[in-house]
């Protein structure tokens, strides 16, 4: 699809949910690319009202003039055709922009899945948690609907995701697998993922990895390690002493230059 590059005036709105890291994909890429937006932040449960109105049903979506985009995948393209900053999230050269894809997809589908079950196992039935995790700058009805309906919501989000026991344990394993394939990627001294320079491959694996790295850079940072469950903590601990894991804590230091918003 051809975009026409974004006018000065326009302010593309990006509707989210606070901790969701599809979400932060979309944040960082928009902030490196320098392209004004509004974030809208929704309590899950309550999104979907907001996402139907745009044809989607998960965040992020992203309202813009030339149309809405559901997918964060489809999103990080089309900020990549639309922006001026002259960086460029997919390489030119073919079989380099492949290899982005690919390694985008595989995060996207199995990392960025696996790190969202595992995480819910142990906080989604936390209130204090999932208050900070969801909450933050959502419209005051959500925060009382939160309130009152948290835990049906945190049900739903549990059945949703079909999440128990067992499958918190598939999902470490998943997460341990992906680990290891970019441990092996950054074996021989790689700087990035593909290519020599910072690619959607890097920032979609550092944003989707992030609750299980807890950089400092991280917009919406709910728990220190500290407060986190003991078993929690230890494999956070083991990740962020991977390759992988200090190549995304890297990421987050170079190139994520944000506030924290608490
Ligand atoms: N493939 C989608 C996945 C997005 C996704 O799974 N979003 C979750 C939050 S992390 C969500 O909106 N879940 C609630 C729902 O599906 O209604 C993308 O990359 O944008």
């Given at each position: ?17 606070p901790i ?23 309590v ?75 995480g819910y196992?142990y906080r989604s039935g936390d209130r204090q948690t999932m208050r900070k995790a969801w909450c933050k700058?959502t419209?005051?009805?959500?925060r009382?609907?939160f309130e009152?309906a948290f835990p049906?919501i945190s ?65 919406v940072l709910v728990s220190q390690?500290e407060e986190l469950p003991?078993?929690m ?29 608490d």
């Amino acid at each position: 699809m051809n975009h026409s590059k974004i006018t000065k005036t326009e302010v593309l709105r990006l509707i989210t949910i606070p901790i969701s890291h599809y979400c932060e994909k979309v944040r960082w890429a928009l902030e490196l690319l320098q392209i004004q937006y509004i974030e809208e932040k929704h309590v899950p449960a309550f999104h979907r009202s907001v996402t139907h109105k745009y044809g989607g049903s998960s965040v992020p979506v992203l309202v813009t003039k030339s149309g809405n985009f559901t997918d964060s995948t489809d999103i990080l393209h089309y900020l990549d055709t639309i922006n001026l900053s002259g960086v460029r999230l997919y390489p030119e050269a073919l079989e380099l922009r492949r290899g982005v894809e690919e390694l985008e997809e595989l995060f996207d589908a199995k990392l960025g899945v696996d790190i969202r079950n595992w995480g819910y196992y142990y906080r989604s039935g936390d209130r204090q948690t999932m208050r900070k995790a969801w909450c933050k700058d959502t419209p005051l009805l959500e925060r009382v609907g939160f309130e009152i309906a948290f835990p049906f919501i945190s049900a739903k989000v549990r059945k949703l995701y079909s999440i128990t026991a067992e499958s918190a344990a598939r999902s470490l394993a998943g997460i341990r697998d992906i680990f290891d394939r970019v441990d092996r990627i950054l074996a021989d001294g790689k700087p990035y993922l593909a290519g020599d320079k910072l690619s959607a491959a890097d920032l979609t694996f550092a944003a989707l990895a992030a609750p299980v790295l807890l950089p400092l850079e991280h917009p919406v940072l709910v728990s220190q390690i500290e407060e986190l469950p003991v078993e929690m903590a230890s494999v956070i601990k083991e990740l962020q002493t991977t390759a992988a894991g200090s190549h995304a804590l890297g990421l987050y230091r170079e190139h994520r230059h944000l506030k924290r918003e608490d």
